[in-house]
């Protein structure tokens, strides 16, 4: 599924990474403890959290993450924006609770296959 689709089913702000937003989303992330994310996102995961600041940038970009979703109606600072800007990391903003958002998520098929 495309980022792009899922902006706009979803009706999410974009706030940063415009040029990005062709990624292809494989799965989902829920989290909003940086290590946590280092350690069990996948590539082409969309990450869900409530953080705002830069480091989240720096994350997204080593797990090569397609994008972030910041919940809760919360605003990235503007050094996350200029940071993802110069990473080329989206950073899109939803009104909905991250449960709310992944619930959406799910219904609307995005789910990373198990592996054995």
């Known amino acids: 599924m495309k980022l792009t689709d899922i902006i706009a089913q979803l009706g999410l702000e974009v706030r940063a990474g415009k040029e990005a937003l062709d ?23 969309l990450w869900l959290t409530l953080q705002v600041h830069q ?9 090569n ?6 919940v809760g ?5 503007p ?3 200029k940071k993802a800007e110069e990473q080329q ?3 899109l903003v939803s009104k909905l609770k991250s449960y709310e958002l992944a ?7 995005l789910r990373r296959p198990e592996t054995s």
């Open 23 to 45: 990624r292809e989303v494989l799965g989902g992330y829920v989290s909003d403890l940086l290590s946590d994310v280092i350690a069990g996102a996948k590539e082409g995961d």
């Open 55 to 63: 480091n989240t940038v720096a994350v997204a970009f080593l797990n």
């Open 65 to 70: 993450l397609a994008g972030i979703v910041i």
């Open 73 to 77: 109606g919360r605003d990235p600072d």
């Open 79 to 81: 050094e996350t924006i």
């Open 89 to 91: 990391v989206p950073i």
């Open 103 to 109: 619930g959406k998520l799910y219904e609307m098929g």
